[in-house]
């Protein structure tokens, strides 16, 4: 497993911006997903994007997109999510996540991760 340590997020108002980051315990410049989910109370863990590393193929869920950004920076070894004209429906804990694999259709699946962050709650208010 790999550990990984999350930062960023905290309190914005909509149409605000913020950005998530997250670092692994080791390199994962190549040939790993790595996502980040985000969960309420109220629904399960959600995709929200994820990216391949080795050739930076990016997903992204529909509700998200063009709002929101995923990358990963090889030199910092640091995963990003940057978040653009938040709404309150995106209020939620937001987890990174990796997996020494493809992404494909199986990004969406948090079953398919292995290693997680520990998370790091976003709230957007009205």
């Known amino acids: 497993q790999v550990q990984l340590v999350q930062s960023g997020g905290g309190s914005v108002q909509a149409g605000g911006s913020l950005r998530l980051s997250c670092v692994p315990s080791?390199?994962?410049?190549?040939?790993?997903?790595m996502a980040w989910f985000r969960q309420t109370s109220e629904k399960e863990r959600e995709g929200v994007a994820a990216?391949?590393?080795?050739?930076?193929?990016?997903y992204y869920g529909d509700s998200v997109k063009g709002r929101f950004t995923i990358s990963h920076d090889n030199a910092k070894k640091t995963l990003y999510l940057q978040m653009n004209n938040l709404k309150p429906e995106d209020t939620g804990v937001y987890y990174c996540?990796?997996?020494?694999?493809?992404?494909?259709?199986?990004?969406?699946?948090?079953?398919?991760?292995?290693?997680w962050g520990e998370g790091t709650l976003v709230t957007v208010s009205a």
């Open positions: 996540a990796a997996s020494y694999s493809g992404c494909g259709r199986v990004w969406l699946k948090a079953g398919e991760y292995d290693s």
């Open positions: 080791v390199d994962t410049s190549s040939r790993y997903c």
């Open positions: 990216i391949y590393t080795s050739i930076k193929t990016t």
